[in-house]
DNA sequence: CAGGTATTCAATAAATCTATTGAATAATTG
DNA sequence: CAATTATTCAATAGATTTATTGAATACCTG
């Protein structure tokens, strides 16, 4: 084989799998299956979908190989095929967050209108834990936690949050984390529990970050 | 807005960097670019590319803000706009050559016939060079020597080597390093060292990722 | 400022990607 | 085995991406 033609095979296997992460749906699919296995039904339902539409983009991802598959009775799961598929997708999440005003300015928008605190950074999260003196809180919902959260954590999904406060100790201060960045969980529960009195701030990545 | 709509717009905008890099001149490009400032006609030259048409692929990877510019006379140099990017093009790669048979087999099969000898890792080479029993040869072309090299490395661009020959010592194993692991240089210099009768391997990867 | 060189721009046709729709397939339940 | 459910397939129209071509622009040299 030629150099050429060498290269153009090598560059172009290599663009045909980032192609296969190159749409805003697939990248929010890479996103929420870096939580846990989903079926195809819940992907689409979760990002807002159709089915068919779903299935189409994770037929994308799975011929590219960044996606597995097990059947359990009529249900399909998908996730991904391993930690390398997630670290690709944080590579490409931090050049966009750096690179592009637009996606910090939009997150910042999303978030300003409740006031939000800073959000704190997984190091600062570290050295909190490490005195002791915070609640880590997940709000995922139940599975997700199951499938892996930080250590003592405590979890109360988003949706229950403002019925079970008072699980919460009022004298410590409350970190709340979700799936990742972009994921308004944490954003929506900061908004709850500093209505309530809490002193409380987001962790800025997600559960898979950590 | 919306949560949708806010979601709609961070993973359209992911997917518009990603979509930039989604192109194997493209990502042809960005890994020329992580050894050294180019311009449009170097850089043509490289890929075999028009000049027109590197110079569009150039203002997709501009217009995404994946490279900088700057002007020298009539001369315009790019350059990569950050080491994230570098570490993204990277991420990428590790997932395409872990999850794609392909590249794997295109790239042994272009080896194959010159009876190569196994690379050498990153860590592997460290080792070599702290025992001390190790030449590190660098066959890039000059300019991109100096903009960066292994410490100690000695410099014979691909090109001179056969007429150089009489500079490497024959005692000592050889490693050779290039651009990265897509990049052919070393392999043809491990041909024409081993022909000579040196003991001889290439380093796995490229300058950039030491 | 005229001529030359490096780069970009603009227009276009071919190829590829995407969402939608409705039908087909595969496993489970009764 | 028929009905049900989850998923995939197939066809298609509209949108986007790509390489090519030739012209336009920007800067340098004399």
Request: proline share 20%; net charge positive.
């Given at each position: 084989m030629q150099k050429r033609a060498f290269k153009d095979k090598i560059y172009g296997e290599l663009a045909a799998i980032t192609r296969s992460l190159a749409n805003p749906h697939r990248l929010e699919i890479v996103d929420l299956l870096a939580q846990a296995d989903f079926s195809v039904e819940q992907i689409a339902e979760q990002t807002n979908l159709s089915v068919a539409n779903a299935s189409q983009h994770l037929q994308v991802l799975k011929a590219a190989q960044l996606v597995d598959v097990t059947r359990q009775g009529t249900f399909i799961y998908y996730r991904l095929a391993n930690a390398n598929v997630f670290k690709a997708w944080r590579a490409l999440r931090t050049v966009a967050m750096e690179r592009n005003a637009t996606i910090e300015k939009v997150a910042r928008d999303f978030r300003k209108p409740d006031s939000a605190p800073e959000p704190v950074s997984i190091e600062g999260l570290r050295r909190k834990m490490q005195s002791g003196k915070v609640t880590v809180l997940d709000v995922r919902p139940e599975a997700e936690y199951e499938n892996g959260h930080i250590a003592d954590a405590l979890s109360i999904p988003i949706e229950r949050l403002s019925r079970r406060l008072?699980?919460?100790?009022?004298?410590k201060e409350i970190v709340v984390y979700c799936r990742?960045?972009?994921?308004v969980f944490a954003d929506e529960a900061v908004a709850i529990l500093s209505k309530a009195g809490y002193k409380v701030t987001r962790l800025e990545e997600g559960f898979p970050d950590w």
């Open positions: 008072k699980e919460l100790p009022k004298r990742g960045p972009f994921c």
